[in-house]
């Protein structure tokens, strides 16, 4: 093990796990692994951990010897006027949680180190990129794509576990991963959602009490339209439907659409009959939550 990075504002070293934000100890200590004949397996976050990041640790520690987990608020996938300043910060509770869940390393670059003076790289994206996030958010894969090609140059990590909570950029990152020739599996980890069926999420702390509560019309738009879509209800019909669901409850519905649930296509007018799966993105207040859900 390496010892806890002693230079790193202070922050780190204090943490009941090891801690580093430095690339140079990151390295080392995945050379030793390696040498050791261990696999590494790694989970990338923003931080503000909960049990469903914490679910991804699980399923890393259970393919791979060692688990790192990155927590670094990407200032690229953020445009100006988001949530990146507000975004939960909250790094000695997420480690307490990290070092339950059986992780062996937290990695925590800061900006200036993943993006120097200089930085000068974009990736473009194609294919499950387009359209759903990207009409609302044309910045948000750009970046994603950036922070985790860096984050697993940097780890060179056996296999990395994503969230289907987050699902088209799960698709994206497979995309990537698989044009690129990394030589990185990547396992998704299940939607771990509240009893309401509401998933969680960073930015559920965003939500006030009574957005709280109907927040869970979400999960119940996006089950009513997967079984309409199941039971053989056309498309088009059952989207309907689901939009005048969600547009009754929230402040506004970025999109809720049904899609190829393999490369995101956008599905043949009529009943689905292929594997599909319904996406969507709506807002309470100055809260944006997003969710999907596999069809049948
Ligand atoms: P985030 O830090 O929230 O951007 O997400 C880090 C990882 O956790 C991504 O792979 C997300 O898809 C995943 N994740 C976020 N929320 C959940 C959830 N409710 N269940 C499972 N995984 C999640």
Request: charged content about 20%; aromatic content about 8%.
């Amino acid at each position: 093990m390496i010892p806890h990075y002693p230079a790193f504002m202070g922050a780190l070293s204090s943490l009941p796990l090891p801690a580093t934000a430095d690339l140079t100890d990151l390295r080392r200590q995945v050379r030793d692994w390696r040498q050791a004949g261990e696999t590494i397996g790694c989970v990338p976050t923003m931080g503000a951990l909960h049990e469903g990041h914490l679910s991804l640790v699980k399923t890393a520690k259970e393919n791979a010897d060692r688990v790192i987990a990155s927590i670094f608020v990407n200032p690229t996938q953020f445009a100006p006027g988001e949530d990146f300043d507000a975004y939960p910060r909250t790094l000695d509770t997420d480690a307490a949680k990290l070092a339950t869940a059986g992780c062996d390393l937290l990695y925590a670059p800061v900006a200036s180190d993943m993006y120097p003076d200089g930085f000068s790289t974009q990736l473009t994206l194609e294919g499950p990129a387009l359209g759903l996030e990207t009409d609302f958010r044309p910045h948000f894969f750009g970046g994603v794509a950036i922070v985790v090609a860096k984050l697993f140059n940097r780890i060179q990590p056996d296999l990395a576990v994503f969230g289907e909570k987050d699902y088209q950029q799960l698709r994206v990152i497979q995309s990537m991963v698989r044009d690129l020739d990394l030589p990185i599996e990547i396992i998704p980890g299940p939607t771990l959602r509240e009893r309401d069926g509401l998933a969680l999420s960073s930015r559920n702390a965003y939500l006030s009490t009574s957005e709280r509560g109907q927040a869970a019309q979400l999960f119940l738009a996006l089950s009513g339209f997967a079984d309409d879509l199941a039971k053989g209800v056309d498309w088009e019909t059952a989207q309907g439907k689901a939009l005048a669901k969600a547009a009754n409850t929230f402040d506004r519905v970025d999109y809720i659409e049904a899609r190829c649930a393999s490369t995101l296509a956008p599905l043949p007018a009529g009943p689905v009959k292929q594997p599909a799966r319904v996406l969507a993105a709506v807002w309470l207040g100055k809260t944006r939550l997003i969710d999907n859900l596999p069809v049948g």
